[in-house]
């Protein structure tokens, strides 16, 4: 078994995380913004000076490629170096760095490997400068509109295109990922969530991304002095919103056994002792493979009461997605991977959305591999991923990707 | 019938509401701040024109009197310059303006009384600087003990005795409202509350305080991710919360008619939509002017379940307090006046704690007149009693003063 190299992987973790330093222990990296344009140089000078093969595509993406000994499509990693406005320096850019030190251990131990290796920087994945989320991966691989993507504007009113232009990495879209040139795909990211450090797992392997749903519903009440209003004239939000969180229990506990659904986050206004609530939020968040029974999650919410308890109810739709299964060869080899290594792993469902979604969807096999999440925390100040498990997620990647390369 | 004058009660309203000025709207004039001390020097400045002996004790009360023609205990009116944080004009302020107005016509009109008449400031009333609420009418009533209500510190660590000594205000404890100098007490205040206006009367003739408790209720569940955790072998402290907070109001709403009980507060935790609630907690506050019903209450609070949905349940009573019920020859005082003036009024108990309601208990006999509060509300920037129904509010004390005067 080949491993990576610890002290490697830090002075890549450390040297990038200077780009986009806030200096109050948060990155903000803002697609194609300067920050990001310097981990894009640094990339590219650590990929020349071991003579891997540079392109960029129409949309900024990067791809450097290690020659592999045979004429065949090559294996691709990658993830992204954008993150959000005071984020973490994990999310996304670790999936690059841990790409870039798997090729520079293939490079530096003289693997061979039949097919070419690429590393790849996916442009704009938090869609925190310009919207949507995953607008790269989603126009390489049919989702999303081009032009659309192109006229989406940042805070400034800066166009992605005129940022695109002045970023020097605008290439050719004959250059973007596409299922004659590459194998399959590989994305190592951080869980972004508890899981894995709960269950003291070092490895996920991740079978897919859920489908979901996820709502903001929203109740309207009356604020009134809690000593002095009679109960039968108040309009108590909180009251209402209680009435139908356990509604919402009730029904939805109905549908499948396998459908999860939370009411995680709550929000009480004025939020005082002795003032009755005027407005209360909670979200609820539902996922299932199965897109039937999300629907039916959909009619449930669709068929709340308009009004409870003399509170206007409504729910609005934050975001939805459709299960994606990843490829099952590549999800094995990661879990061979993980279990020859001796590290503790589970299979896992990611939550939250990856580029690897929409390339799993209609371009190539792919796969990811999570890393633990210090208590869960994600697009934060204190996300974080000890080096230690950051280089076992490597190692899997490493000796997944050099199984799938004998097949 | 006397009766004071509009112009100028508009007057002091206007002034007075620059001190604490947010710019927004609202207020905010914590105790002993220096909006306080600038609403405290004018009020001085304003009763030493009247010729108004001016004194304050060790708590910096305030007291300025007018003498009598007789050689008897005062009749004092107060209440309260401080304000919460962004609250209104009206709470509190409200009955020492119009106290001042009720002295200025007393003055201006050369009524003669028999006895001095006083008209007193509470130092930190709301408690929102220094806790608890009501201190220093808790310190003069024998309620606090004085060494806690000076050590009681602000969010800035300053404490009580500290804020005492550099406000200038700080005079002998021998000033302190007494029995033997004083012969009874008036507050006018804002209901902070519905009732006077949607029953359309101009005059609240307050019989006492209502008597109360005040819980939190926690409920511990299990932090698990939302989209991985079955949910059958979930326990969700937000769950088992909305299910209580459903139980209470279907069993404190049997119990009588005329109880009121709040949930106004509830924070859940870690509060993030892809995580299980581990820790919900949320206020109960119930009041009524009977005691067995105040019971009965607590009874209902001790008979939830221990555990439900898996989640840990507990209540701590935070405080609770008795009905206070105030002097009846006082309170028909009031209600003659309203009713001789011609005003619209009714009998109400105040819901909200008052420092009239320690002088009730221990000192003197007392009582309290309330206006109402357009649309109920109160500390808050929408918090608004119309100049004409406070006009109305201080004739009734100035008449019910003079009434007691007679006797």
Known sequence: MYTCNLERLQEKIDTFKKFGDTGTGG?????????????????AKRAKAMGMRLKTDDLAN????????????????????????????????????TALEVAETIYTEKIKTRRPITVMIWTNEEGSRFEPAMMCS????????????????DAKGVSFASALDASGFKGDEKNRLNAKD??????LHIEQGPVLEMEKKEIGVVEGVLGMVNYTISVKGVSDHAGTTPQKTRKDALYAASQLIVMLWERLGKLDPELVFTTGKINASPNIH????????????????????IDRVVDVIKGLPAELSGC???????????????????????????????????????GAGHDAQYVAEVLLPATMIFVPSVDGHSHCVEEFTPTELCLKGANVMLNAILEIDKR
Chains 1, 2 share one sequence.
């Open 312 to 350: 206007a109810v409504r729910a609005d739709l934050n975001w939805s997605r459709n299960t994606v299964l990843f490829n099952s060869e590549y999800v094995d080899a990661v879990e061979k991977a993980a279990r020859d290594a001796g590290y503790s792993w589970r299979r896992i469902y990611s």
């Open 27 to 43: 990155i903000t990296r803002l697609s194609l913004s300067p920050a990001a344009l310097m981990a894009r140089d640094e990339f």
């Open 274 to 293: 002795t003032v009755i609530p005027k407005l209360v939020e909670f979200s609820l968040d539902a996922r299932h493979r199965d897109p039937k029974v």
């Open 138 to 153: 989603g126009v390489v691989t049919g989702k999303f509109d081009k032009a659309r993507a192109l006229a989406s504007t």
């Open 62 to 97: 990067m791809y450097a490629t290690l020659p592999g000994s045979e004429e065949l499509p090559a294996i691709v990693m990658g993830s992204h170096v954008d993150s959000v406005v005071n984020g973490g320096n994990y999310d996304g850019i670790l999936g690059v760095l």
């Open 182 to 187: 590459y194998a399959g795909y590989f994305e």
